[in-house]
Nanobody
Framework: QVRLVESGGGLVQAGGSLRLSCAAS????????MAWYRQTPGKERELVAV???????NYAEPVKGRFTITRDSAKNTVYLEMNSLKPEDTGVYYC????????WGQGTQVTISS
């Protein structure tokens, strides 16, 4: 059974930083693309960043240059380093493994105050 657990969310002021972690219960991180999504009330869940099994990364335009996605296969963990945070980065951040429906974590709340 695949289980993803996000952590690291919290409340920070604009301009601050946070690092989110997504721990997987299996070796899924090594063989699947891993992604971070976020969702705010009234909006659809949007892709923030993705890292492939070959470690190619892609980012949504609003976060380019500020967010960095990395993986630590030895720890079965994917990270999202978020810098220069803005109030519009506020939302629930979800980790996803694999394509299609994939596997999702429960989410972690990120709140950026202005």
């Amino acid at each position: 059974q695949v289980r993803l657990v996000e952590s690291g969310g919290g409340l920070v002021q604009a301009g601050g930083s946070l690092r989110l972690s997504c721990a997987a219960s299996a070796l899924i991180i090594r063989v699947n693309a891993m992604a971070w999504y976020r969702q705010t009330p009234g909006k659809e869940r949007e892709l923030v960043a993705v890292i492939t099994s070959g470690s190619t990364t892609n980012y949504a335009e609003p976060v380019k240059g500020r967010f960095t996605i990395t993986r630590d296969s030895a720890k079965n963990t994917v990270y999202l380093e978020m810098n220069s945070l803005k109030p519009e980065d506020t939302g629930v951040y979800y980790c996803k493994a694999g394509g299609g429906f994939g596997y999702w974590g429960q989410g972690t709340q990120v709140t950026i105050s202005s």
